[in-house]
């Protein structure tokens, strides 16, 4: 089977920087992705982490590390709108094309 | 250029009716995957197709459930008889061939049984 930890939530205040940490376990892997979803909305797709190592897209950046089963997703410059779930999902797998997704963590960003 | 279709986006059945659920993939995406995600919740991935094929059905419940993706049309997602505990939010996502193709989600549906 899989699972996936992370905390269910995280509060912050705007301009600052926030890093929500996803450990896993998995029988087999592939990758580890990043999604937002803001309150009624869909799940939005942010990063993607097949290697070990940092990626950075703007504000956002994800890192993995494989021989951990450990990443984070660093959010930089926090802004209200940054306020939604974050969830980690891994995925695909030897299994197949479907991801397993962490329970999500509810950032809040105050003023 | 439009994103995952998914319709209704709200959907209100009596206990024992049938629901159905509609996506529409990204235009160039043959792989469609149905993720159900109850409040305050992860989703669960459901079912996994492409055109006119299953190839992962391991997330359905084995009764009541089906899912399809024909050859013309959108995925077909199908509850018969349903009960209170189907009340969720329903998402398709798709993406294009290739294993670490990112998945891209619709809007949902939100299906509530009274």
């Known amino acids: 089977g899989q699972s996936l930890e992370q905390p269910s939530e995280v509060t912050a205040v705007e301009g600052a920087i926030v890093q929500i940490n996803c450990t896993y376990q998995?029988?087999?892997?592939?990758?580890l992705s990043w999604y937002q979803q803001h309150d009624g909305g869909a799940p939005t797709f942010l990063s993607y982490?097949?290697?070990?190592g940092l990626e950075e897209t703007g504000r956002f950046s994800s890192f993995l590390s494989r021989s951990d089963s450990y990443g984070y997703l660093l959010l930089q410059e926090l802004q209200m709108k940054d306020s939604a779930s974050y969830f980690c999902?891994?995925?695909?797998?030897?299994?197949?094309?479907?991801?397993?997704f962490g329970g999500g963590t509810r950032l809040m960003v105050k003023p | 250029n439009a994103g995952v279709m998914q319709n209704p986006r709200h959907l209100v059945r009596r206990r024992g009716q049938e629901a159905r659920l509609r996506c529409s993939p990204m235009k160039g995406h043959s792989h469609v995957y149905w993720y159900r995600q109850l409040p305050e919740e992860g989703l669960k991935f459901m079912v996994y197709?492409?055109?006119?094929?299953?190839?992962?059905e391991s997330g359905m419940p084995k009764e009541r459930f089906s899912a399809e993706f024909p050859k013309e049309g959108p995925s077909i997602l199908r509850i018969q008889q349903v009960v209170r505990g189907d009340s969720a939010a329903y998402f398709c996502?798709?993406?294009?061939?290739?294993?670490?193709?990112?998945?891209?989600f619709g809007d949902g549906t939100r299906l509530s049984i009274l």
């Open positions: 999902a891994v995925g695909p797998n030897n299994a197949g094309n479907m991801l397993t």
């Open positions: 998995t029988s087999g892997f592939y990758g």
């Open positions: 197709l492409q055109k006119e094929n299953i190839i992962d």
């Open positions: 996502a798709s993406s294009s061939q290739g294993l670490d193709q990112p998945q891209h």
């Open positions: 982490n097949g290697l070990d």
